[in-house]
C-alpha cells in the first residue's frame, strides 16, 4: 500500500524540518549522506518503506528493493532502473517532511552527527590508508577526531573496525593476531592517548612498540570487560601513566648518530657480537638527539617532576605473539632526583641504553633461533612513573610480580593448571622476574591460594623473600636492600597484609592494620592479603578474562601500591611442548645409572646425548677469584656455540644464571641456549639450593626454547649420582675449546662415544611419577 | 628385603640396653611394647567442600613415671611404627631428665603441603575431637612436632577446652605466650646443650671460656648455641659456622650476635665480613675444642669422623653422628654428648609448662633458665655416673639410666 502524505506541518514539525535543513546547510558536502540516513533510519523504523516512497514518487516504477525481488525470480529478465535527478528531488522533499513528523529535533541532530562522525571516521580511515602518511598528521586527525561533539547514538561497531584497524596498525602493531583481538577493544580515544603521549620526529612514522601494545590492550579487555560484567573490583585497575618514544625515533638517533652500520651485527657471529657490543654500547650512550627532541624530552621530564621512573624498552618484536623476549632488552629505574640538569643527562643516558640493547647478545641469539633476524627490529621506549609510595629514603609499590594463566609449578595434585599462578615480591618486581640469589617470591597457585609449598614454619621462613628492590630516594639509586633494615616506626598503609609476625614457630598475621614488631621478626607471606581480600581471586578473573580473549595462555606484569592494581605487561604465555608421558627402564644396572631426580619432573626424553657438560661442585666450590668463575661462565659460552649441532646436557651447582656467581654459574641466555637439558646440582653439604624459578625472566627462556629442567638432590635417599662416571670418564674440554684450557679442572666435558663403546645415554622423565633417569645402554 | 622399621630397631636397642641392665623377662616383655595405642580416622571437610579421612595415630608408651609426653608430627609417610618408636623414645628421655613424665607420640599421616590453613586447622581440631579421651594434662599431654607448631597447638588446646567446657592450658605444651606457653622455650634446646657443655668441660680439662667452638647448621638451635655459649660459659672463640648454603671461618673468632643478626638480614652465613667460605665437610674436621652439631641427621658419618679434631662434640640435632661414626669418635677419644641428653633442654622446658599451666602462676624468664639449669646439670651428672658406672659411653650410660628408671617405677607400682 502507498504511503499517505498526511495534512501540514504543525509548529514542531516545522522547527524539526528546520533543524535539518540547517544541519544539511552546515555540512553541504555530506547533503546526499545525510538523506541517504535519514531514508535507512525511515525504512527501518517501519515509518515508510523504501517501496513506499517509490511508489509514491516514481508511480510504478519499481523499487530496488522490489527489482531485486523480480530478479530473485528471473534474474535475467529484469534490469533495475536508476532514479532520476527530478526522482532523487521528490524523495529528499518526501524525506524531508516525514522526518519532520516522526523526529524529534533532538533526534535529527543527533543523526546529522552521527552521519558526520561516519565521515571523520571514513576520513580518517583514508587517511590511515596512505602509505606514508606521517605519525602526527595522523594523530592530529585523531585528536580532531576525538574532539568532535559526541552524538547520543553511538555509530556501530563494525562501522568503527576498519578504522580502528588501520590506525591500531600505525600507531601501535602490524601483527594480525595482535590485531585481530585489538579492534575488539582499542577505542580511537585509546589510540589518542597514546598519540597524544608520544614523541617521535616530524613527519616521522613510528609505533610504540610490543611491551606498550600487550599493556594498552590488557587494559582495555579487562576495563570492557569488567564494565560489562559490572564487577567491581576491591584493587581499583587503573591504567599506568605512559609516554611512548615511537620506534621512527630509534630510527632518526641510528641515522643521526651514523649507527646504522652496526645493524650487521646480528648477522655476525656470537663470539664477535660479545666481544663487540661493550664498544657498542659506548657508542650508543653518548649518541644524541636533535634540538626538537631535546626540547620534547625536556619537556616530558619537566611534566613528570620528581618521582621515580622507569625507562622501559618496547621493541617491534617484543611481546610478541610466540616469541616474548622476556627481559632480553633493558629497562632501566631512574630515581630521577637531584638537578634538573643531572637528572635530564640520566635520562637521556637510559634512553640511549636502551636503545644500544637491541644489539645485545642475548637478543640477537634469541632472534636467531627464532628465525626473527631479517626483521628490521626497532625499539620504542615507554616511559612510566614508578607506582609505589614514599617510605622513608625509599620508594617502592607495596607489591608486584608476574601472574600466569596456566600453572607448569604444581606441587600438590590438588593445585590446576588452568587456574594460573603469581609469583609475588614486596617491592618493585625485578625480584620476581630475576634470578636472584638466596631469596625467594611467594608463589600462589590460584586453585587454592591458600596451599603452600612448604610445611614447616622455618620453611617457610627460609623460602621467603628477604630483600626488597627498591628506590633509594637520597642515594638517587635503584637498590636491593634486606627487609629487616626497614624501620616501621612510620605506617605503610596495608604493610599488614604483605607481611607476618614470626614468634619463634608460630607465624601470625598483624594484629589490626599496624605492625607491631620489629623488621627482623617479619616474613613476607602476602597472608592477608590472601586470605582476607579479594586479590587471588580478582588476578584470577583478570588472567581468565585476557586468556580467553587472547585465545591462549598469556602471562602478565602487575604492580600495586597496596589499593589499586596496574597491569604493566600482557603477553602470550611461552610455550612448553606436551610430552606423553614417558615409563623409565626398570631393568637398567646400577653401574649404567648416571643421575636420577625425583623433584619438579616434567615428562619428556633426551636420547643419544652426545656430551655431558659438567661443573663439578666441589671443583667450582674451590675457586676463589671471580675472574676464574667469570670464565668458567665463559667457557660454557664457548661450548654451547661449538657444539650447537650436537645433543648436549649441562650440569652443576646451584642456581645457573643467578645474579650471585657464588650460588651458580654465571651465565646468559646465549651461553645455554643450544643445550638440551639443564640439570641443576645440589649437594647438601655443598649448601647449593636450586630455586624453584618457574616465572622468571630465565625460566621462561628454558621453556620457550624446549630445554629440560631438572634439579638433582644426590644426598638424598634412593637418588643415583654416578660421580665415577661423571670425574672419570676423559674430559675433552681441551679438544673442543682450547682456549679454555685454563678452566679444564672446573668444567668437564664427556664425549660419550668416547666412553663406552657403543652405549648410549639417555635421560628419560617421567613427570606423573616426578622420576627421572640418565643411563646408557647399547 | 624388608623395608626399614623404626619401632624393631629400637626395639633392638633396647634389648641391648636391658641385658646389659640384667633386667628380668617380665619387665623386658612389658617394656618392649607400648602400653597402650590408638589408631583414629579424622574425616575433614576440605574447602572444595569433599570430605576427606586422614589416619591419626596415638601411642603412650610407658606411663609409669607420669603422663605420657611426646610431640604430634603431621607426616606423608607417617606409620604406627614410626609414632611407636619414638614414643619409646619420649619415655628414656624424660626419664633421663628425672621428669615425672611418661613417653608418648602421635602422629597424622598427610602432607602439610597439600592443606590450606583452614584445613590446617581443621585437622588439627579433628585429631583432638578423635583422642580427646586419652589426653589430659594427668593422662598425655601432647606438644609440637616436624609440621605442627604453636599455631596447631593452640587450635588443639582451644578444641579441646571447648568439648571439656572448661580451662585445660595443660593439655598440650608448645602454646603461644599469651596462651599459657612458657618462657624460655625458644632457646630452649640450646641452652640446655651448654649447660651440659659446661659440666663435661669439667671432667674434660677443657677451659670453656677460652675454648674455640664451631657450630654445623644455624637454624634457632645453631644460633642460639653461638649466642649462649659465651653467654653461659663466660667466653669462647666460635672460629666457624655453616648452614645449608655455606659455611665461614675466621681463626680469630667470629662476633655471634653480628653473624646472627646477618644471618636474619640476608638467610646465610655466607658474606659475612671477615669470614673465609667454608664448606661444611671442612668446619667438621677444623681443630676447634667444642663442636655444635645443629643441623640435619648425619652429619658426621664412617666417612669423616677420623678428620674430626674437636675434643667435645654436643649433639644438638636428632642423630648427627651414625653409630659407625660413633665408634670411631669413641676410638679417637672424642667426648660425644649424646642428643637426647644434649637437646633435652625443649622437653624440660615443656615439662615447666605444665608444671606452670597446673599452678596458673608463671615463671619469669630467669626462673625458667635456673630450674633448666638444675634439671640439665643434674640429668647430665647421672649420666655420667652411669658411663662411668657401666664403663660405657655417655650415650649408652644415659640410656641405661633412663631404662632403669622406667623399670624401676614399673617395678614399685606392682606392675611386673
Not at chain 2, 662434640?313 to 641428653?341: R, S, Y
Amino acid at each position: 500500500m502507498a504511503f499517505k502524505q498526511s495534512k501540514a506541518l504543525t509548529k514542531e514539525e516545522r522547527t524539526a524540518r528546520g533543524t535539518l535543513l540547517s544541519g544539511i546547510k552546515q555540512f553541504p558536502s555530506l547533503e546526499n549522506k545525510i538523506f541517504q540516513q535519514f531514508l535507512i533510519m525511515l525504512h527501518s523504523r517501519g515509518i515508510i518503506s523504501i517501496d513506499e516512497i517509490y511508489e509514491t514518487i516514481a508511480h510504478g516504477k519499481k523499487s530496488t528493493l522490489q527489482s531485486l525481488n523480480l530478479r530473485r525470480r528471473a534474474d535475467n529478465i529484469y534490469i533495475p532502473s536508476r532514479w532520476s535527478e527530478r526522482e532523487r528531488k521528490a524523495i529528499q522533499k518526501l524525506v524531508l517532511k516525514t522526518v519532520a513528523m516522526h523526529f524529534s529535533e533532538e533526534e535529527i541532530d543527533d543523526i546529522i552527527k552521527l552521519v558526520v562522525r561516519r565521515e571523520e571516521v571514513q576520513n580518517l580511515e583514508d587517511l590511515a590508508r596512505l602509505p606514508n602518511v606521517s605519525f602526527d598528521l595522523l594523530a592530529q586527525k585523531v585528536s580532531e577526531f576525538c574532539s568532535l561533539p559526541k552524538p547520543s547514538i553511538s555509530l556501530p561497531i563494525s562501522d568503527l573496525m576498519a578504522t580502528r584497524v588501520c590506525l591500531i596498525h600505525h600507531f601501535i602493531s602490524d601483527q594480525l593476531d595482535y590485531l585481530g583481538v585489538a579492534k575488539k577493544y582499542i577505542r580511537i580515544i585509546d589510540l589518542n592517548k597514546a598519540a597524544e603521549n608520544s614523541i617521535g620526529p616530524r613527519r616521522g612514522a613510528g609505533r610504540v612498540g610490543g611491551k606498550a601494545a600487550g599493556m594498552i590492550l590488557a587494559n582495555r579487555i579487562i576495563e570492557t570487560e569488567r564494565e560489562a560484567l559490572q564487577k567491581q573490583l576491591e584493587f581499583r585497575l587503573r591504567f599506568p601513566i605512559s609516554y611512548h618514544l615511537r620506534s621512527d625515533l630509534y630510527l632518526d638517533f641510528v641515522k643521526r648518530n651514523d649507527l646504522s652500520h652496526y645493524y650487521d651485527l646480528k648477522y655476525k657471529d656470537v663470539e664477535t657480537i660479545q666481544t663487540e657490543y661493550p664498544v657498542i654500547q659506548e657508542i650508543f650512550k653518548n649518541g644524541s638527539f636533535s634540538d626538537d627532541i631535546l626540547d620534547e624530552l625536556k619537556q616530558l621530564l619537566r611534566k613528570l617532576g620528581k618521582r621515580p621512573l622507569i625507562v622501559r624498552s618496547s621493541s617491534l618484536l617484543e611481546d610478541n605473539f610466540g616469541a616474548a623476549f622476556c627481559g632480553k632488552y633493558r629497562s632501566i629505574y631512574l630515581a630521577n632526583q637531584g638537578t634538573e640538569k643531572k637528572r635530564f643527562e640520566q635520562f637521556i643516558g637510559a634512553i640511549c641504553a636502551v636503545y644500544a640493547s637491541i644489539l645485545h647478545p642475548d637478543p640477537l641469539v634469541y632472534r636467531r633461533a627464532r628465525n626473527l633476524l631479517d626483521y628490521d627490529e626497532m625499539m620504542a621506549i615507554l616511559i612510566q612513573p614508578v607506582v609505589g609510595n614514599y617510605f622513608g629514603d625509599f620508594f617502592f609499590p607495596l607489591f608486584s610480580g608476574v601472574a600466569y594463566s596456566r600453572n607448569e609449578y604444581r606441587w600438590s595434585s590438588r593445585i590446576k593448571k588452568e587456574d594460573g599462578m603469581i609469583r609475588m615480591v614486596m617491592g618493585l618486581g625485578t625480584r620476581a622476574v630475576d634470578r636472584v640469589s638466596s631469596d625467594y617470591p611467594r608463589i600462589i597457585a590460584l586453585t587454592e591460594p591458600t596451599l603452600r609449598s612448604q610445611g614447616s614454619v622455618a620453611d617457610i621462613l627460609k623460602y621467603s623473600q628477604r630483600y626488597l628492590d627498591v628506590i633509594n630516594i637520597k642515594q638517587k639509586r635503584f637498590e636491593t636492600i634486606p627487609l629487616a633494615d626497614l624501620r616501621f616506626d612510620q605506617p605503610m598503609a596495608h604493610l599488614d597484609r604483605v607481611v607476618s609476625v614470626c614468634d619463634e614457630d608460630l607465624l601470625r598475621p598483624v594484629i589490626g592494620k599496624h605492625v607491631d614488631a620489629e623488621a627482623t621478626r617479619l616474613c613476607i607471606t602476602f597472608d592477608k592479603l590472601i586470605s582476607n581480600t579479594s586479590f587471588a581471586e580478582q588476578m584470577h578473573w583478570i588472567l581468565k578474562s585476557l586468556e580467553t580473549t587472547y585465545g591462549c595462555p598469556v602471562d602478565i606484569e602487575f604492580t600495586s601500591n597496596g589499593e589499586e592494581l596496574y597491569l604493566l605487561q600482557c603477553r602470550p604465555m611461552s610455550k612448553q611442548i606436551e610430552w606423553d608421558r614417558v615409563t623409565l627402564p626398570t631393568s637398567i644396572p646400577k653401574e649404567r645409572q648416571i643421575f636420577s631426580a625425583t623433584k619438579e619432573v616434567r615428562n619428556g626424553k633426551l636420547e643419544d646425548i652426545d656430551y655431558v657438560i659438567y661443573v663439578p661442585a666441589t671443583s667450582y666450590d674451590r675457586i676463589d677469584s671471580l675472574k676464574t668463575k667469570e670464565r668458567v661462565g665463559r667457557a660454557i659460552g664457548a661450548l654451547n656455540q661449538k657444539l650447537h649441532s650436537s645433543t648436549f646436557i649441562l650440569m652443576g651447582p646451584g642456581r645457573w644464571g643467578s645474579n650471585d656467581i657464588n650460588l651458580g654459574v654465571r651465565i646468559t641466555y646465549n651461553d645455554i641456549n643450544n643445550t638440551r637439558a639443564l640439570i641443576e646440582v645440589a649437594h647438601m653439604k655443598d649448601g647449593y639450593v636450586p630455586e624453584v624459578s618457574f616465572g622468571t625472566h630465565f625460566f621462561q627462556d628454558l621453556v620457550e626454547s624446549n630445554i629440560f629442567y631438572l634439579p638433582l638432590y644426590p644426598d638424598e635417599d634412593g637418588n643415583v649420582f654416578n660421580t665415577d662416571f661423571l670425574m672419570k670418564s676423559p674430559n675433552s674440554l681441551r679438544e673442543i675449546v682450547p682456549n679454555f684450557s685454563d678452566v679444564e679442572e672446573f668444567v668437564r666435558v664427556i664425549d660419550i662415544r668416547k666412553t663406552k663403546t657403543g652405549q648410549k645415554l639417555h635421560l628419560y622423565m617421567d613427570g606423573e611419577k616426578n622420576a627421572a633417569l640418565a643411563f646408557l645402554q647399547d | 628385603m624388608s623395608e626399614f622399621n623404626p619401632f624393631k630397631m629400637a626395639q633392638a636397642q633396647l634389648d641391648d640396653a636391658m641385658e646389659l641392665l640384667g633386667l628380668d623377662d617380665s619387665t623386658r616383655t612389658f617394656l618392649r611394647q607400648p602400653m597402650f595405642e590408638a589408631t583414629v580416622s579424622i574425616p575433614i571437610r576440605m574447602d572444595d567442600g569433599k570430605v576427606k579421612t586422614f589416619r591419626g595415630y596415638r601411642v603412650q608408651y610407658n606411663t609409669s613415671r607420669g603422663p605420657a609426653k611426646g610431640g604430634i608430627r603431621w607426616h606423608a609417610e607417617e606409620t604406627l611404627d614410626t609414632v611407636r618408636a619414638l614414643a619409646a623414645w619420649m619415655t628414656w628421655k624424660t626419664s633421663l631428665l628425672e621428669l615425672p613424665l611418661g613417653g608418648g607420640k602421635g602422629g597424622v599421616t598427610c602432607d602439610p603441603k597439600e592443606l590450606s590453613e583452614r584445613e590446617k586447622e581443621r585437622l588439627a581440631r579433628g585429631y583432638v575431637r578423635q583422642v580427646f579421651p586419652l589426653l589430659h594434662e594427668r593422662k598425655d599431654v601432647p606438644a609440637p612436632d616436624v609440621y605442627t607448631n604453636q599455631q596447631i597447638m593452640a587450635w588443639m588446646m582451644d578444641e579441646f577446652e571447648s568439648i571439656f567446657r572448661e580451662h585445660h592450658r595443660g593439655v598440650v605444651t608448645g602454646k603461644p605466650l599469651q596462651l599459657g606457653g612458657s618462657q624460655g622455650r625458644f632457646d630452649a634446646t640450646a641452652r640446655g646443650g651448654i649447660y651440659t657443655v659446661r659440666e663435661a668441660s669439667k671432667h674434660l680439662n677443657i677451659a670453656p671460656a677460652e675454648a674455640a667452638y664451631a657450630v654445623q647448621g644455624f637454624g634457632n638451635s645453631g644460633q642460639n648455641a653461638a649466642l649462649l655459649h659465651p653467654k653461659i660459659l663466660g667466653g669462647g672463640k666460635l672460629i666457624a659456622v655453616s648452614d645449608s648454603r655455606g659455611g665461614v671461618y675466621n681463626k680469630d673468632g667470629i662476633d655471634p650476635e653480628a653473624l646472627v643478626h646477618y644471618k636474619q638480614r640476608t638467610g646465610q652465613v655466607e658474606g659475612f665480613e671477615n669470614t673465609e667460605v667454608i664448606s661444611n665437610e671442612e668446619l667438621l674436621a677444623l681443630d676447634v675444642d667444642i663442636l655444635y652439631p645443629a643441623a640435619l641427621e648425619n652429619a658426621i658419618t664412617e666417612e669423616n669422623a677420623s678428620e674430626i679434631k674437636a675434643k667435645l662434640i654436643c649433639e644438638l640435632a636428632n642423630g648427627p653422628v651414625t653409630p659407625e661414626a660413633d665408634k670411631i669418635l669413641k676410638d679417637k677419644q672424642v667426648f660425644v654428648i649424646p642428643d637426647f641428653l644434649a637437646n633435652a633442654g625443649g622437653v624440660t622446658v615443656s615439662y615447666f609448662e605444665g608444671v606452670q599451666n597446673a599452678t596458673n602462676y608463671y615463671w619469669d624468664e630467669d626462673e625458667v633458665h635456673k630450674q633448666l639449669d638444675a634439671k640439665m646439670t643434674h640429668a647430665f651428672n647421672a649420666a655420667f655416673d652411669s658411663h662411668k658406672r657401666h664403663k660405657v659411653d655417655l650415650r649408652t650410660g644415659a640410656y641405661l639410666l633412663a631404662v632403669q628408671r622406667v623399670a624401676e617405677a614399673c617395678k614399685l607400682r606392682g606392675w611386673v
